[in-house]
């Protein structure tokens, strides 16, 4: 049965069984606080118009803190088409996503920056990000920070992670990341699929800056400029 959701630490975490209890997110999270989700069936997300969890709005702050653990589930047919910034699952990603699978994701940003199938985001100046033992597969589109996994990558790690997509976007596009920042760390990370970008764009990452890169491989992508 599901916990009560008043209940948020790492010990008692919100427990996702079905596409409700994915719904339900929304309602839990508020600013400056701390979650922890953790998913105990697959889920299908078909027919839901998905908005992202954290997108600063309707004040311009982001310190919602997410711990996501997929628990080795799956999350399939995600759909998310927006006009404003971070189309994504999570919007601005702080905290962590670990040990999920996103199968046959749509995210469309319509005259946009900063897209990504996981997170628009990943990291702020001041709160960092973990993505690790995650996958995802499907189309992501947007104006331009493009990336599979994420857009921007302002701070943190994204470790043994997979993407088998399409990535559009006019400009920095990438199949993991689109535009890493600042010192972060990319490690382990595998990307196949095509990317369509007028510019800075890579297999793993697009505009790249200051960044760790260790065991990457982009398989048979194809880069079209």
């Known amino acids: 049965r599901q916990r009560q ?5 790492s010990d008692n975490p919100y427990l ?10 929304m309602s839990v999270v ?3 606080k701390t979650y922890y989700f953790e998913m105990t069936n697959d ?3 078909t027919g839901i ?3 992202p969890l954290n997108t600063g709005e309707p004040v311009d702050r982001f310190d919602i803190k997410i711990h996501f653990d997929g628990k080795g589930h799956t999350i399939r047919n995600l759909h998310c088409e927006i006009s ?18 996103f199968e046959n994701a749509e995210v469309i940003g319509y005259g946009s920056s900063c897209t990504g199938i996981v997170a628009g985001y990943l990291g702020t ?12 597969s499907g189309t992501v589109s947007g104006i331009q920070q493009v990336g599979g996994i994420g857009g921007i990558f302002a701070k943190g790690t994204v470790r043994n992670c997979y993407a088998d997509v399409k990535v559009i976007g006019s400009s920095r596009a990438g199949g993991i990341v689109a535009e890493p920042r600042n010192a972060v760390v990319v490690e382990n990370c595998f990307a196949t699929g095509t990317l369509y970008s007028t510019g800075n764009a890579g297999g793993i990452a697009g505009g790249l800056n200051a960044v760790s890169y ?3 491989r982009a398989h048979e992508t194809s880069l079209h400029l």
């Open 5 to 9: 959701m008043c209940i948020r630490d």
């Open 16 to 25: 996702i069984s079905n596409r409700n209890h994915m719904r339900n997110m």
């Open 30 to 32: 508020e600013l400056d």
């Open 43 to 45: 889920v299908d997300m």
């Open 49 to 51: 118009d998905w908005k």
């Open 84 to 101: 404003s910034r971070y189309a994504s699952f999570f919007g601005v990603m702080n905290g962590s996503c670990r040990n999920v699978r």
């Open 125 to 136: 100046n001041a709160l960092e990000c973990l993505i690790e033992n995650v996958y995802v």
């Open 214 to 216: 260790t065991h990457l």
